[in-house]
């Protein structure tokens, strides 16, 4: 149900359409448990099990366009999150590859069903737009012990103008 909140409506589409999602071939996550798919308001480990997927705002502005006299064009920027325990032998694992892949796979230049549904009629979902960030966040893996690899997602809309 969308809160006519737009930018945690897409979040919270995002959250619902990596649930829908298979996402296997992690140990200790095959499949993944949906209560590990988080809704964070910025990216962080504390309190969660690994390995998980975590959604949050992406530390970048909102951008708008002015499309007509009548519409703006506003993406959302969204940062989605593959956290895994580092590997300590350092042996190749298909499993956090191919989760990114599959979140990729539903987010680049898609419109998503379940982002339209968390959207509501407020705003009318253009498309996502995926923005890979770094496979492999190298401080993450040496300092933290985790493997991290990120993207940026953009939930693009066409919004009324004058609408908040």
């Not at 988080?38 to 951008?63: F, G």
């Not at 519409?71 to 956090?96: A, D, F």
């Not at 990729?104 to 498309?127: R, W």
């Not at 966040?137 to 990120?150: E, G, W």
């Given at each position: 149900?969308?809160?006519?909140?737009?930018?945690?409506?897409?979040?919270?589409?995002?959250?619902?359409?990596?649930?829908?999602?298979?996402?296997?071939?992690?140990?200790?996550?095959?499949?993944?448990?949906?209560?590990?798919?988080?809704?964070?308001?910025?990216?962080?480990?504390?309190?969660?099990?690994?390995?998980?997927?975590?959604?949050?705002?992406?530390?970048?502005?909102?951008?708008?366009?002015?499309?007509?006299?009548?519409?703006?064009?506003?993406?959302?920027?969204?940062?989605i999150t593959?956290?895994?325990?580092?590997?300590?032998?350092?042996?190749?694992?298909?499993?956090?590859?191919?989760?990114?892949?599959?979140?990729?796979?539903?987010?680049?230049?898609?419109?998503?069903?379940?982002?339209?549904?968390?959207?509501?009629?407020?705003?009318?979902?253009?498309?996502?737009?995926?923005?890979?960030?770094?496979?492999?966040d190298l401080?993450?893996?040496?300092d933290k012990?985790?493997?991290?690899?990120?993207?940026?997602?953009?939930?693009?809309?066409?919004?009324?103008?004058?609408?908040?």
């Amino acid at each position: 149900m969308a809160t006519d909140t737009h930018h945690y409506d897409a979040l919270v589409g995002l959250q619902t359409a990596v649930l829908a999602l298979t996402l296997d071939g992690i140990e200790n996550a095959d499949p993944l448990p949906a209560e590990r798919v988080y809704l964070r308001e910025l990216l962080d480990n504390r309190n969660v099990t690994l390995p998980c997927v975590m959604i949050s705002k992406a530390p970048m502005p909102e951008m708008t366009e002015t499309e007509t006299s009548q519409h703006n064009k506003v993406s959302y920027p969204c940062l989605i999150t593959v956290i895994v325990p580092q590997n300590k032998s350092l042996e190749l694992t298909e499993g956090p590859t191919k989760w990114r892949q599959q979140i990729e796979e539903i987010f680049d230049a898609k419109q998503p069903a379940e982002v339209i549904a968390a959207l509501g009629d407020t705003v009318k979902l253009q498309h996502t737009l995926w923005q890979p960030l770094d496979v492999i966040d190298l401080s993450a893996f040496y300092d933290k012990n985790l493997l991290v690899s990120a993207a940026i997602v953009l939930v693009v809309v066409w919004k009324s103008r004058g609408r908040r």
